[in-house]
Protein backbone atom coordinates (compact mmCIF):
# COMPACT_ATOMS: atom_id res chain seq x y z
CA UNK A 1 0.00 0.00 0.00
CA UNK A 2 1.53 3.26 -0.93
CA UNK A 3 2.00 6.02 1.69
CA UNK A 4 3.66 8.80 -0.49
CA UNK A 5 7.36 9.10 -1.01
CA UNK A 6 9.24 9.01 2.28
CA UNK A 7 6.23 6.73 3.51
CA UNK A 8 7.77 3.03 2.70
CA UNK A 9 10.43 3.68 5.09
CA UNK A 10 8.20 4.59 7.75
CA UNK A 11 6.26 1.69 7.04
CA UNK A 12 9.57 -0.42 7.23
CA UNK A 13 10.91 0.87 10.11
CA UNK A 14 7.81 0.23 12.14
CA UNK A 15 7.65 -3.07 11.21
CA UNK A 16 11.33 -3.78 11.94
CA UNK A 17 11.12 -2.39 15.16
CA UNK A 18 7.47 -4.39 16.06
CA UNK A 19 8.61 -7.30 15.13
CA UNK A 20 12.03 -6.96 16.32
CA UNK A 21 9.84 -6.18 19.78
CA UNK A 22 7.52 -9.31 19.73
CA UNK A 23 10.63 -11.84 18.72
CA UNK A 24 12.12 -10.30 21.47
CA UNK A 25 8.57 -10.56 23.79
CA UNK A 26 8.46 -14.23 22.57
CA UNK A 27 12.03 -15.19 23.55
CA UNK A 28 11.56 -13.06 27.27
CA UNK A 29 8.65 -14.84 27.80
CA UNK A 30 9.65 -18.04 27.02
CA UNK A 31 12.88 -17.79 29.10
CA UNK A 32 10.70 -16.38 32.10
CA UNK A 33 8.67 -19.25 31.57
CA UNK A 34 11.37 -21.59 32.08
CA UNK A 35 13.10 -20.10 34.71
CA UNK A 36 10.52 -18.96 36.91
CA UNK A 37 7.81 -20.55 39.06
CA UNK A 38 4.87 -18.88 38.93
CA UNK A 39 5.35 -18.52 43.10
CA UNK A 40 9.12 -17.36 42.29
CA UNK A 41 10.33 -15.62 45.57
CA UNK A 42 10.78 -11.88 45.62
CA UNK A 43 14.51 -10.99 44.54
CA UNK A 44 16.27 -8.89 42.69
CA UNK A 45 16.78 -11.51 39.83
CA UNK A 46 13.23 -13.06 39.46
CA UNK A 47 12.10 -9.44 39.08
CA UNK A 48 14.46 -8.35 36.47
CA UNK A 49 13.77 -11.86 34.71
CA UNK A 50 9.96 -11.29 34.87
CA UNK A 51 11.05 -7.74 34.06
CA UNK A 52 12.21 -8.74 30.63
CA UNK A 53 8.47 -9.53 28.99
CA UNK A 54 7.60 -5.97 30.12
CA UNK A 55 10.51 -4.06 28.57
CA UNK A 56 9.80 -6.20 25.44
CA UNK A 57 6.37 -4.34 25.24
CA UNK A 58 7.45 -1.19 26.26
CA UNK A 59 9.65 -1.87 23.00
CA UNK A 60 6.17 -2.88 21.18
CA UNK A 61 4.57 0.50 22.49
CA UNK A 62 7.46 2.36 21.49
CA UNK A 63 7.59 1.44 17.49
CA UNK A 64 3.70 2.64 17.44
CA UNK A 65 4.57 5.83 19.15
CA UNK A 66 7.30 6.05 16.19
CA UNK A 67 5.11 5.45 13.26
CA UNK A 68 2.16 8.26 14.71
CA UNK A 69 5.02 10.78 15.02
CA UNK A 70 6.90 9.74 11.41
CA UNK A 71 3.63 9.24 9.25
CA UNK A 72 4.21 12.58 7.20
CA UNK A 73 0.87 11.84 5.16
CA UNK A 74 -1.45 13.50 7.07
CA UNK A 75 -4.54 11.28 5.98
CA UNK A 76 -2.69 8.08 6.68
CA UNK A 77 -1.86 9.51 10.69
CA UNK A 78 -5.49 10.10 10.72
CA UNK A 79 -6.64 6.75 9.85
CA UNK A 80 -3.96 5.44 12.42
CA UNK A 81 -5.18 7.79 15.11
CA UNK A 82 -8.95 6.80 14.25
CA UNK A 83 -7.23 2.85 14.86
CA UNK A 84 -5.84 3.51 18.27
CA UNK A 85 -8.94 5.66 19.44
CA UNK A 86 -11.46 2.84 18.25
CA UNK A 87 -8.90 0.61 20.40
CA UNK A 88 -8.13 1.93 23.53
CA UNK A 89 -12.51 2.63 23.58
CA UNK A 90 -13.00 -1.16 23.14
CA UNK A 91 -10.40 -1.91 25.64
CA UNK A 92 -11.36 0.84 28.31
CA UNK A 93 -15.29 -0.72 27.68
CA UNK A 94 -14.31 -4.18 28.11
CA UNK A 95 -11.79 -3.87 30.96
CA UNK A 96 -14.14 -1.72 32.90
CA UNK A 97 -17.62 -3.64 32.36
CA UNK A 98 -15.18 -6.85 32.95
CA UNK A 99 -13.42 -5.07 36.11
CA UNK A 100 -17.09 -4.39 37.74
CA UNK A 101 -18.46 -7.93 36.76
CA UNK A 102 -15.19 -8.98 38.85
CA UNK A 103 -16.50 -7.08 41.49
CA UNK A 104 -19.95 -8.29 42.07
CA UNK A 105 -19.98 -11.98 40.20
CA UNK A 106 -17.86 -14.73 40.47
CA UNK A 107 -16.49 -14.52 37.25
CA UNK A 108 -12.78 -15.33 36.32
CA UNK A 109 -10.46 -12.71 36.93
CA UNK A 110 -9.18 -11.03 33.82
CA UNK A 111 -5.77 -10.67 34.20
CA UNK A 112 -3.58 -7.21 33.51
CA UNK A 113 -1.57 -8.77 31.31
CA UNK A 114 -4.23 -9.28 28.48
CA UNK A 115 -4.49 -5.36 28.45
CA UNK A 116 -2.07 -4.78 25.44
CA UNK A 117 -3.51 -7.67 23.46
CA UNK A 118 -7.07 -6.41 23.47
CA UNK A 119 -5.92 -3.06 22.54
CA UNK A 120 -3.73 -4.48 19.60
CA UNK A 121 -6.59 -6.54 18.88
CA UNK A 122 -8.62 -3.18 19.04
CA UNK A 123 -6.25 -1.79 15.94
CA UNK A 124 -7.50 -4.14 13.92
CA UNK A 125 -11.09 -3.73 14.81
CA UNK A 126 -10.22 0.44 14.42
CA UNK A 127 -8.93 -0.82 10.71
CA UNK A 128 -11.63 -2.51 10.17
CA UNK A 129 -13.93 0.66 11.21
CA UNK A 130 -11.93 2.78 8.76
CA UNK A 131 -12.31 0.64 5.94
CA UNK A 132 -16.30 0.50 5.97
CA UNK A 133 -16.52 4.55 6.84
CA UNK A 134 -14.17 5.99 4.76
CA UNK A 135 -12.73 3.21 2.29
CA UNK A 136 -9.31 2.77 3.42
CA UNK A 137 -7.96 0.18 6.63
CA UNK A 138 -4.91 2.11 7.65
CA UNK A 139 -1.31 1.93 6.73
CA UNK A 140 0.29 -0.55 9.39
CA UNK B 1 -16.51 19.98 1.92
CA UNK B 2 -16.56 20.10 -1.98
CA UNK B 3 -14.08 20.47 -4.53
CA UNK B 4 -12.99 20.70 -8.03
CA UNK B 5 -9.26 18.33 -7.85
CA UNK B 6 -10.49 15.81 -9.68
CA UNK B 7 -11.60 18.13 -13.03
CA UNK B 8 -8.24 20.02 -12.50
CA UNK B 9 -6.57 16.63 -12.40
CA UNK B 10 -8.44 14.99 -15.49
CA UNK B 11 -7.47 18.65 -17.31
CA UNK B 12 -3.97 17.92 -16.90
CA UNK B 13 -4.18 14.23 -17.70
CA UNK B 14 -2.59 13.00 -14.34
CA UNK B 15 -3.82 10.25 -12.89
CA UNK B 16 -4.31 10.27 -8.90
CA UNK B 17 -0.94 8.61 -8.14
CA UNK B 18 0.66 11.42 -10.57
CA UNK B 19 -1.08 14.37 -8.41
CA UNK B 20 0.50 11.96 -5.05
CA UNK B 21 3.99 12.13 -5.85
CA UNK B 22 3.66 16.07 -7.18
CA UNK B 23 2.19 16.35 -3.55
CA UNK B 24 4.24 13.70 -1.98
CA UNK B 25 1.50 12.55 -0.40
CA UNK B 26 -0.41 8.95 -0.89
CA UNK B 27 -2.70 8.27 -3.46
CA UNK B 28 -4.79 7.34 -0.79
CA UNK B 29 -5.13 10.87 0.44
CA UNK B 30 -5.58 12.08 -3.01
CA UNK B 31 -8.73 10.35 -3.63
CA UNK B 32 -10.06 10.64 0.21
CA UNK B 33 -9.79 14.42 -0.72
CA UNK B 34 -11.44 14.27 -4.06
CA UNK B 35 -14.49 12.03 -2.96
CA UNK B 36 -14.56 14.54 -0.05
CA UNK B 37 -13.51 12.13 2.58
CA UNK B 38 -11.08 14.03 4.17
CA UNK B 39 -10.45 17.98 4.08
CA UNK B 40 -6.93 18.18 3.98
CA UNK B 41 -4.85 20.65 6.50
CA UNK B 42 -4.40 24.08 5.57
CA UNK B 43 -0.48 23.51 4.49
CA UNK B 44 -1.85 20.71 2.28
CA UNK B 45 -4.48 23.16 0.97
CA UNK B 46 -1.79 25.96 -0.13
CA UNK B 47 0.03 23.09 -1.47
CA UNK B 48 -2.38 22.21 -3.83
CA UNK B 49 -3.17 25.61 -4.89
CA UNK B 50 0.03 26.07 -5.68
CA UNK B 51 0.80 23.31 -7.37
CA UNK B 52 -2.39 23.98 -9.62
CA UNK B 53 -1.52 28.20 -9.71
CA UNK B 54 -4.98 29.25 -8.06
CA UNK B 55 -6.33 30.21 -5.51
CA UNK B 56 -7.65 28.05 -2.03
CA UNK B 57 -10.70 28.89 -2.43
CA UNK B 58 -11.13 28.43 -6.31
CA UNK B 59 -10.30 24.88 -5.97
CA UNK B 60 -12.04 24.00 -2.12
CA UNK B 61 -15.88 25.32 -2.57
CA UNK B 62 -17.36 26.26 1.02
CA UNK B 63 -21.22 26.09 1.42
CA UNK B 64 -22.82 28.04 4.08
CA UNK B 65 -24.89 24.43 5.36
CA UNK B 66 -21.61 23.14 6.70
Known amino acids: MGMGLKGGAVQRRYFCRLFGSGGLYLAATFAANRLL ?7 VANVAIALLPGLAVLGMIWAIARLYIEIQDEYLRMLEVRKAMFATALTLAICSVWGI ?27 LWN ?10 | MKNRLRVL ?49 DIFLWEESQ
Open chain 1, 37 to 43: DRDAPLS
Open chain 1, 101 to 127: LEMFTTVPELPLFWVFPIWCFGLGFGG
Open chain 1, 131 to 140: KLTLGDAGCA
Open chain 2, 9 to 57: RAERGWSQQDLATRLEVSRQSVNAVETGKYDPSLPLAFRIAALFGMAIE
